[in-house]
Structure formats: C-alpha cells, structure tokens
C-alpha cells in the first residue's frame, strides 16, 4: 500500500483533536490507511510538542497488538526514544511491576477469586473428567491464596501460565492485574498521566473490554492524558475483545472510509458484508476492477466420528480443490495467498499431518493445540527459533546466519556467557564439530534424540518442563482419558519424541511464513495480488465459528449464535480484505444449489460471481 497519502479528512479531524487535546476513537476500514494515519499523528506530535515533551521528561506511548508491530512503527519513526512502543502486555507490566503490594492484592481480590469462581461453575460435584480437572484447580488457587502473603515480588514469565506461588505472572493475568489496579488507584493513574499525555492503542478491536475501561477511565478527566484509538470492529476476530470499541466520554467517532487497496469488486463484496462503514476507491486501485468469484462445492456428509472427514473424503476435497485452482487457472499463480480456517488441510498439502494429528488429538489439551497453531507450544518452540533455522543455514552454508543464529539463541555461544574467554578459533571449531554432528543426526535420528544432542551441546536452552519431560522414563502403561486426563501431556511428549524430522522443516516453514498458505487468522494487516479464501466448518475443532451458518442458514439447517455470526461475518471481511485485485472463494456445501440462493437473496454476492462444481 502506498504510504505517501495525502491527509484524508480522518487525518484532518485526527490532527484538530491532537489540537483541541480532545480523546477520539478512529474506525478504519480495510485498506484505509490506518497505520500510515496512526504514524502521522504520532509525528506531528512530536513536531509540535516534542521539545516541551523532551524537557519535561514526558514520553509519547503507542500500544500494539504484536512485537512484528512495534518494530514497524518504531522504523517509521526513526526509534525515537521520545516515544514508548510497546505491546500491550509490554507496556502495562512496564507501568505495574515496581507496586508488588498492589500486584498481590490485585491478585488477591480480584484475578484469583475470578478464576476460582469460573472453575468451581465447573464442577458439579460429581467424577466426570472435567468436573475433577476443575475441582483440582480450583483447590490449587486456594491454597495458592493462602500463601500470596509470602510472596516477595513478582516477575512477568511471557507465557500463558502463571505460577503465582513462585511469583510469576501470565500473559492473561498481566492484562487482568494492570487494569484492576489502573481502575482503583487514583495514585497510579495520576503517576501514568504525568509521564504519558499522550497514548494511542493501535488495534483497538482486539483489546481486553477490561484494559479500555481502564485507559478510558484514566484519560477522560480535564488535564488528563488524550488518547486515540486506531481499529475496525470489523476485523475483530478474537474472542473477549472490546470489538466496539469508544473512546471516553465526550471523544470524537472518527470513520476512515477510505480503501487504497482493494480493487473495486473486492470493495464492493467488503460493502455487501458491513452496514456500518461503506468504503470507496481511493488511489490507484479505482482503476482496478479485479474480479470475486465464489465456488460451491458439492459434498457428502462427514462420514468420521465427530462430524469429521475420512480420509478418502480428505483425499476428494482436495482434489475437489486442485480442480477449482486449474479451472481458474491458479495453480502456481504467483503473489498468491491461500487462506484455510482449520491447518487439517494444510498440513495434509505442505506434507506435516502426522505432526498436526499429534498435537490435535487424544493426547493434545486445548491449550496444547493452540500453542501449536500459534508456534508456541514448549515442545516446538526449541525446533521452531533455534534447531531448524540452524540446519537450514549450515545446509544452505550461511556460516554467518548460523553465527548469528547461535548467538541469540544458543547458552553455549553468547557471546556473554560462560565460554565468553575462548579465543575466536576455539569457538569456530566448536561451532563447526557440533553442527556437523547435527547435520549428521538430523535425517535419521528422532526428535528426542536432536533435542538431548542439543541440550548436550548448549545449542538452545530447555525450558524446565522439556527438560523434565526429556530425563523421565518413557510412559509404558497404555492412555485412559478418564484416569490420565491431567497427565495427557506425558504421552503427547513421548509421541513427539519418537518421531522423525521430516515434517518438523514442513511445519517450520509455514509457522514462519515461508509458503503460500496460511489460516484465515494468520493475515490480518497483511496484503496480497491475490487471494484464495478456503471455507469449511468440517474438521474444525472450533465452536467460534460456523461459515455454512453464518452465511447459508437454510442450507445449512440451522441458525448460528450471535457469537458465532459476529466473529464468522469478521473474520470473512479480513480474509476477503487481503486482496488488491482478484479473490477466489472456495466454500464445501452439503446443498450448493440452496446455498446459492441464499447467498444471492442477502445480495452479498451477484449471480456472475458465483459458480457450483
């Protein structure tokens, strides 16, 4: 996208409420501009108020949703120190860590409690697995309560548990404990305003109801910081967001009704999916008529357990697909980007579904799965950020990439650690036997066995439950759900261990973004030339969402949830919003003829968009 674009008459309103020191709240549609408006305001204020800001030691903060963001907009911005760009998670710690007090009591009256409560509507009281598993837990975070007291300080661990006993505080409950103590310590948000009269949260939609309440309490009083939200509620398709969201009282709604992406078809299909923000061309791209073309296929009913495909129905979906990519003659197309809500299909195409069915099956928990769809999960993450980048590197003999690899990553090769006082030859020679050894192992040995020789050898650390995981006897007894529910993650380590490393490089690349597929949620602020979009609900282990309800009802044979329409109708407009000129939309249908009229009837399609094979 162009990000040389006049001001806009958002930008406009943006800069006199910069002026006037009034809050405002930006909805910007796709393609609108948004960065390049939320980097603008940024700069102006630093041309206008950056010297005064400078002397009274007072900092610019800018809260986005990933590190991938904050390094964007910290480029763009020359990494001014005047400013504070951070994740929200980076800043609000930041804010909150020094006050151990009132973290434990945060914790205390407020996160534990909640947590305690939500388990506790878990438990029946009687011995079904989840019932137990949340009796467990529960008395787990009472006795932890009990022992807060003893808890000298507290640390922010960058993961998704928390060990509050040991003081270490999760992602969750970093947002939970700062917005609690935000809202009930006039102190903290008089200290706050002072340093920071300026805050903007990028991607406001995807901010926790609970921290906006927060900024919006601390920022709606005369002299108090203004802040600006920059988001689209539309591109919301994370659950327990604030989505709609507003500034604080008396701010101003300003709409950025722009596109500068998207080709005029693709425009107006984003048109026929919202009522509240209509766009319209606004660069190039009004030259560009693109084209969308939907295709319907037939099939039969899922004929596995669970409303899931076999896998000759696998095999003929695909198939089905290969087919509908040849007739638009799209196989190979470049600058193209497929886009599929489950990874059951990308995984059975890039070739790692073994690795996928592990860590989606009887041995993988819910957090489990979402750790490996997100690349985070303990097992992967060694693999993910050290291992394979580095066979990939010596492979492809890029002896300063391994170099490099070797010094973010690796306890024996920092270049501060405890083999600091080698000489340059000792470690070259080192780097150049251990690899070798690693090169040698890597097509024939067993993960388990890489991740022991890379221990050995200090090439990437092991986080305590790895490490635990890796030094225990193998589980021998074979797996009970109802008796080894709590102890799943044993047969899921040992199974990972037993495998080979074939797929291990599949799924890497595409973690990393280094093929033409990814889910429907790896994209959003991303743009392609063009875009294939791949609905289908069969296979999902999903309940967020539902595209055969969601937009063929009838066909379908039944209504979606609010839930599930609201995020099913979001994530369809961020999907369809990826491309600059051309969108292909495949969508599986048990009755492809009824789904087309429904889909023409609601107008989101016309009858020449819309094929059936």
């Known amino acids: 996208m162009n990000t040389t674009l006049k001001p806009t008459k958002a930008d406009e309103q943006i800069q006199a409420c910069i002026k006037e020191q009034q809050s405002f709240y930006v909805i910007a549609g796709a393609g609108s501009g948004k960065t390049t408006s939320l980097i603008s305001a940024l700069d102006s204020i630093r041309n206008q108020h950056g010297k005064h800001l400078r002397r009274e030691a007072q900092k610019i903060v800018c809260v986005t949703y990933t590190k991938r963001a904050v390094a964007v907009i910290s480029s763009r911005l020359g990494w001014d120190d005047l400013y504070i760009i951070s994740t929200l998670h980076?800043?609000?710690?930041?804010?909150?860590?020094?006050?151990?007090?009132?973290?434990?009591?945060?914790?205390?009256?407020?996160?534990?409690?909640?947590?305690?409560?939500?388990?506790?509507a878990d438990d029946d009281g009687g011995n079904s697995k989840k019932a137990l598993a949340a009796r467990a837990k529960a008395e787990g975070l009472e006795k932890d309560l009990v022992g807060l007291p003893d808890v000298p300080s507290f640390t922010y661990n960058d993961s998704n548990f928390s060990n509050y006993l040991q003081g270490e505080i999760g992602h969750e409950d970093v947002i939970?404990?700062?917005?609690?103590?935000?809202?009930?310590?006039?102190?903290?948000?008089?200290?706050?305003?002072?340093?920071?009269?300026?805050?903007?949260?990028?991607?406001?939609?995807?901010?926790?109801?609970?921290?906006?309440?927060?900024?919006?309490?601390?920022?709606?009083?005369?002299?108090?910081?203004?802040?600006?939200?920059?988001?689209?509620?539309?591109?919301?398709i994370y659950d327990k967001r604030a989505g709609d969201f507003k500034g604080p009282p008396d701010s101003l709604r300003i709409p950025k009704e722009e596109n500068f992406r998207?080709?005029?078809?693709?425009?107006?299909?984003?048109?026929?999916?919202?009522?509240?923000?209509?766009q319209f061309p606004a660069g190039k791209n009004a030259?560009?008529?693109?084209?969308?073309?939907?295709?319907?296929?037939?099939?039969?009913?899922?004929?596995?357990?669970?409303?899931?495909?076999?896998?000759?129905?696998?095999?003929?979906?695909?198939?089905?697909?290969?087919?509908?990519?040849?007739h638009w003659g799209w196989k190979n197309k470049e600058n193209t980007k497929h886009l599929y809500l489950v990874r059951q299909m990308i995984a059975r195409r890039l070739g790692f579904s073994g690795l996928h069915n592990l860590f989606t099956g009887a041995y993988a928990s819910t957090r489990a799965q979402d750790d490996y769809e997100n690349g985070e999960h303990y097992l992967l993450k060694p693999l993910i950020e050290c291992l394979y980048p580095l066979i990939k590197a010596a492979r492809a003999k890029d002896s300063r990439g391994m170099i490099d690899i070797l010094r973010q990553n690796s306890p024996g090769f920092d270049p501060k650690g405890k083999n600091a006082g080698r000489s340059l030859a000792e470690m070259r020679k080192r780097v150049e036997t251990i690899i070798s050894g690693l090169d040698e192992m890597w097509d024939g040995k067993s993960i388990g066995d890489i991740l022991r020789y890379s221990r050995e050898n200090e090439l990437c650390p092991a986080s305590k439950?790895?490490?635990?995981?890796?030094?225990?006897e193998r589980r021998a007894e074979p797996f009970d759900e109802e008796i080894h529910a709590l102890e799943k993650g044993d047969w899921l380590a040992d199974e990972f261990f037993g495998m080979g490393l074939k797929e291990i490089a599949k799924y890497c690349e595409f973690i990393d973004d280094n093929t033409e597929f990814s889910t429907q949620h790896g994209v959003k602020g991303e743009e392609y030339d063009s875009v294939l979009v791949v609905i289908d609900d069969v296979g999902s282990a999903w309940n967020n969402y539902s595209f055969a309800k969601t937009l063929t009802p009838i066909a379908a044979g039944g209504e979606p949830t609010e839930r599930q329409r609201r995020l099913t109708n979001n994530l369809a407009y961020v999907c369809f919003s990826r491309a600059e000129k051309d969108l292909r939309i495949v969508m599986y249908s048990q009755n492809a003829a009824a789904a087309q009229k429904e889909l023409l009837e609601k107008k989101l399609f016309t009858k020449d968009q819309i094929e059936i094979a």
């Open 90 to 120: 980076g800043f609000l710690w930041g804010e909150v860590k020094r006050y151990a007090p009132s973290i434990r009591k945060a914790l205390q009256e407020k996160v534990i409690p909640e947590r305690i409560a939500k388990l506790k």
């Open 262 to 278: 998207c080709s005029v078809d693709v425009i107006g299909l984003l048109n026929a999916f919202r009522k509240d923000l209509q």
């Open 465 to 472: 439950r790895l490490a635990e995981n890796l030094d225990r």
């Open 176 to 236: 939970d404990v700062a917005a609690y103590m935000i809202l009930v310590s006039p102190q903290l948000k008089k200290i706050i305003g002072q340093k920071y009269p300026y805050i903007f949260v990028d991607e406001a939609q995807d901010t926790q109801e609970n921290v906006m309440e927060a900024f919006n309490l601390l920022c709606q009083d005369a002299g108090l910081p203004i802040i600006g939200y920059f988001g689209d509620p539309m591109q919301q």
């Open 287 to 326: 030259e560009i008529k693109g084209s969308v073309i939907l295709r319907l296929i037939q099939i039969d009913k899922p004929g596995a357990p669970r409303g899931r495909y076999t896998p000759e129905q696998i095999e003929s979906v695909s198939n089905k697909l290969d087919e509908a990519m040849a």
